[in-house]
């Protein structure tokens, strides 16, 4: 089978550029300026503050996500956006070392030229560590597209998004080993192939998903080993 070539040149499982700045927002706890292509997103971390919102545990700390769409006003979409990244970052951040506090996480986006939400949630966790939040491990995002032939493509762009029959969002966990080299590798081993959040629009088969994952696994490990790098550099700098 012919492999298919996209319009921007890419092979299917070929993913865009990406780069991250660290702590770009001086007045943030942490920040992270995330680059996929031309999609961009600046993420700031505030807190952890005191107290909680009504209605959340006192007794774990409190995730909060405010989402600033590039222009015009925050809607349906940018809401959905909000709930799913708070629950991924719920589920990796350790919730109980300052319980009864708030943690913001701001998300401006610069670019959106596709995958918004992977780009976003990359942005998050990058933050999240130079804010040094206290993390079980870090997560990977990307975006899955199936064609109408079937064929499935990964961190898709504007263009492509408007011509697919589903596509599907998905969040891998890093090993911690990618905050700290020191953490024993057996611990590692439980979160080489989970899946922490997965969000998917359109019709998708079985099969077309599993694909998804297959493929959004393999590429997320390329992820992993460029925010590897990208965190151990900026602490090396932080130390120097």
């Not at 297959?214 to 992820?223: K, P, Q, V, Y």
Request: hydrophobic residues 35%; proline residues 5%; aromatic residues 4%.
């Amino acid at each position: 089978m012919e492999e298919t070539r996209r319009a921007d040149g890419r092979s299917p499982n070929q993913l865009r550029p990406f780069s991250c700045t660290g702590n770009p927002l001086h007045r943030a706890h942490g920040s992270a300026r995330w680059a996929q292509g031309d999609t961009v997103v600046l993420a700031a971390v505030y807190g952890p503050k005191p107290g909680t919102r009504k209605g959340e545990n006192p007794e774990k700390a409190s995730i909060e996500v405010v989402w600033k769409p590039k222009t015009g006003q925050i809607g349906r979409q940018e809401k959905e956006y909000e709930m799913i990244l708070k629950r991924t970052l719920q589920s990796i951040c350790m919730l109980t070392v300052h319980p009864n506090t708030t943690t913001s996480v701001v998300l401006q986006v610069v670019g959106d030229d596709g995958s918004l939400l992977p780009c976003a949630i990359n942005a998050s966790c990058a933050a999240l560590t130079f804010a040094g939040i206290p993390l079980k491990h870090l997560a990977v995002a990307i975006g899955c597209g199936v064609m109408e032939n079937g064929a499935v493509i990964l961190d898709t762009n504007t263009a492509e998004e408007q011509q697919l029959k589903s596509f599907a969002h998905l969040v891998f966990p890093n090993t911690r080993k990618s905050v700290d080299s020191k953490e024993p590798k057996e611990k590692d081993e439980e979160f080489e192939r989970g899946l922490i959040t997965s969000v998917t629009h359109g019709v998708m088969s079985e099969d077309d998903y599993f694909n998804c994952i297959e493929r959004g696994l393999a590429a997320s490990s390329r992820i992993s080993d460029f925010m590897r790098k990208t965190l151990q550099k900026e602490a090396s700098s932080v130390d120097a």
